[in-house]
């Protein structure tokens, strides 16, 4: 396992800057960050409730006092801390490791997600490392799953993460995500919103709905009233008459 702890109390007493951005591009295409910030979104609105985040594109430092020991995963998901965002994430003050990382990998990117990266989230003890091409440009299957077995990636093959509990699929430009318990597919950013805007409609049809109801019921009810009103003044009018209205037959 990689070092968490500082090496000497000169380091730990030392003010260390530990930088939240290199200037460097957030992804090296549009499709590759389009693809970044669904799963962070998707992710997000699954976990809700839950003790755990996921960040995007971060430092995420793993050697205290070494600022430089540091790597950026495209998405990571952290089980056991806090809800919310990061400017960074220090592995020694959050006293996490990420459960999952997804890389959105392409040729330029290759060899550092294959290998560098790879190997260094096994030592930190990352249970599952996912990469995705989402241009499709290298990678075959373009999404491919690993799962820390010991010290080493074993290849996933039935596409499932066991910390998310979550079935994941290539579909095109994005990961698909679905639900272990009923196979549910989880909503991306735009199909949430209309599903959204398509509940409140019918919530709204559903209220007009029960508000006509109830002037039916409200109206039924006053020309009951009526009805039962002019009978009683008819059996008074007879009575007055000397008829009982009981003797009267109907045939």
């Known amino acids: 396992m990689v070092s968490t702890v500082p090496t000497s109390q000169t380091e730990a007493q030392t003010t260390i800057v530990y930088p939240s951005s290199d200037g460097e591009p957030v992804a090296e295409t549009f499709v590759h960050l389009y693809a970044m910030l669904v799963t962070i979104e998707v992710l997000t609105q699954y976990l809700q409730g839950q003790r755990a985040t996921v960040l995007g594109n971060q430092f995420m430092y793993y050697n205290q006092g070494f600022p430089r020991m540091r790597v950026a995963p495209d998405v990571m998901v952290i089980f056991g801390v806090e809800p919310g965002g990061r400017d960074n994430y220090k592995i020694w003050e959050e006293g996490e490791v990420p459960s999952v990382v997804f890389e959105m990998t392409s040729q330029g990117t290759r060899s ?13 003890g990352v249970k599952e490392y996912w990469l995705f091409d989402p241009k499709n440009e290298w990678l075959e299957p373009a999404l491919q799953g690993y799962r820390l077995r010991g010290e080493d990636y074993e290849p996933i093959k039935d596409g499932i993460s066991e910390p998310l509990k979550l079935r994941l ?4 430009q994005l990961i698909g995500f679905y639900r272990q318990d009923n196979d549910e597919r989880l909503l991306i950013p735009s199909e949430l919103a209309v599903a959204l805007k398509q509940e409140a409609i019918a919530r709204q049809q559903a209220e007009r709905r ?7 019921a409200e109206a039924a009810e006053q020309a009951q009233a009526k009805t039962q009103q002019k009978l009683e003044q008819l059996q008074a009018k007879l009575q007055e008459l000397g008829i009982n209205p009981e003797n009267i037959d109907g045939d």
Do not use: G, P, S
């Open 112 to 124: 550092k997600d294959e290998v560098f990266k790879k190997t260094l989230y096994a030592q930190l």
């Open 169 to 172: 699929v290539h579909e095109e």
């Open 210 to 216: 029960a508000d006509e109801e109830r002037q039916r």
